[in-house]
């Protein structure tokens, strides 16, 4: 059964059909075009329509750079888009003859890593994607935890600085102001502007040589190729991840963390600071297991993959579970039992 899923960030919008086995079949990637919900909305319709043309698709699942409730229906705040309570599920069936769910974006990118990559043995798999903010999702025993309202795994919020700087969210030193893309671009062009000589070789990476159009894989891009600012930057930012998921091992103790998300694509550059810091922070270190802390195997295409999946178990084996856990993970051979009763 194909599905197409969409996922939906800050900075851009991508969408792709996909089979049961969690791989791509078409794909396209499209600048996110505005803040406004009406052009988003435009932009997941018109991408919709272009992949499945002539595709037998079944459903779509959207992965919303947002607090989405738990109806999977919508979208009550997102911080990066302008999104207030929108009921963008009920939109979007209004314009797409095809079942429609909405979840949060991290979720879906964690089911997607649980089900089919990176996180495929773990039993309590904590998932963080680095983009333009930090998401972060949870998956326990085979099932996506979603809390009583749909806002479980918001961590990217969690204040680690005391009157530091401000989040989109509304409040003051939310961890995404430290570990994210938006921070490795704020503090690359901080010494930019500081006139840092070392700094400029950023520019070689910016194709107009502007500092105002800097981005994050523009740094990550330096730092795989050895620019030494750009590998202290990532470095930063790794440093701070690992610091936040020692308090998440605290609350949660997961047995593996997953990092996904565009920063991701700095790989050991980035995680072997964040291992390293997260080992110095962990609480109880010495005396107990420590989590393992994985590079997510899809990458940016993570989000849509476990969107079109999240869509498709909406269909075929939609959960009577508790409230706030979906969906729980069939072995291959129960699907295949299940699908010949259907």
């Known amino acids: 059964m194909l599905s197409i899923g969409v996922d939906i960030g800050g900075t851009k919008v991508a969408a792709g059909v996909v089979d049961e086995d969690g791989e791509i079949l078409r794909h396209l990637v499209r600048p996110t075009p505005s803040r406004s919900p009406e052009a988003v909305e435009n932009a997941i319709v018109e991408a919709v329509d272009s992949l499945s043309d002539g595709l037998p698709v079944r459903s779509v699942g959207i992965g919303a750079a947002g607090w989405v409730d738990t109806e999977q229906a919508l979208v009550r705040f997102s911080p990066h888009l302008a999104w207030r309570n929108e009921p963008l599920r009920d939109r979007l069936c209004e314009r797409i003859d095809l079942p429609v769910i909405v979840d949060n974006d991290a979720n879906a990118a964690a089911w997607a890593e649980y089900e089919f990559g990176a996180g495929r043995d773990s039993r309590v798999m904590t998932c963080i994607t680095l983009g333009t903010g930090i998401g972060g999702a949870l998956v326990i025993n085979g099932r996506v935890f979603r809390g009583r309202y749909g806002m479980a795994g918001e961590f990217g919020h969690m204040?680690?600085?005391?009157?530091?700087?401000?989040?989109?969210?509304?409040?003051?030193?939310?961890?995404?102001?430290?570990?994210?893309?938006?921070?490795?671009?704020?503090?690359?062009?901080?010494?930019?502007?500081?006139?840092?000589?070392?700094?400029?070789?950023?520019?070689?990476?910016?194709?107009?040589k502007d500092p105002a159009h800097l981005v994050g894989p523009d740094v990550s891009r330096a730092a795989v190729d050895?620019?030494?600012?750009?590998?202290?930057?990532?470095?930063?930012?790794?440093?701070?991840?690992?610091?936040?998921?020692?308090?998440?091992?605290?609350?949660?103790?997961p047995d593996l963390f997953v990092i996904g998300g565009g920063v991701s694509a700095a790989g050991d550059l980035l995680l072997d600071p964040a291992r390293a810091a997260f080992g110095r922070a962990l609480t109880g270190r010495g005396y107990r297991p420590v989590a393992g802390v994985e590079r997510a195997r899809f990458g940016n295409d993570a989000g849509l993959i476990g969107a079109a999946d999240l869509a498709r178990h909406s269909i075929t084996d939609p959960p009577g579970a508790a409230r706030g856990f979906w969906p729980q993970r069939r072995s291959r051979h129960r699907r295949r039992m299940f699908s010949a009763r259907r």
């Open 159 to 208: 204040a680690v600085v005391p009157d530091g700087h401000w989040c989109p969210c509304g409040n003051r030193g939310c961890w995404e102001q430290y570990a994210s893309g938006n921070s490795l671009v704020r503090d690359a062009k901080a010494l930019l502007a500081e006139g840092s000589p070392e700094a400029l070789s950023l520019l070689h990476y910016v194709p107009d």
């Open 226 to 253: 050895g620019n030494q600012v750009a590998i202290e930057l990532i470095a930063d930012v790794g440093t701070w991840l690992g610091r936040g998921m020692a308090s998440l091992a605290a609350a949660l103790d």
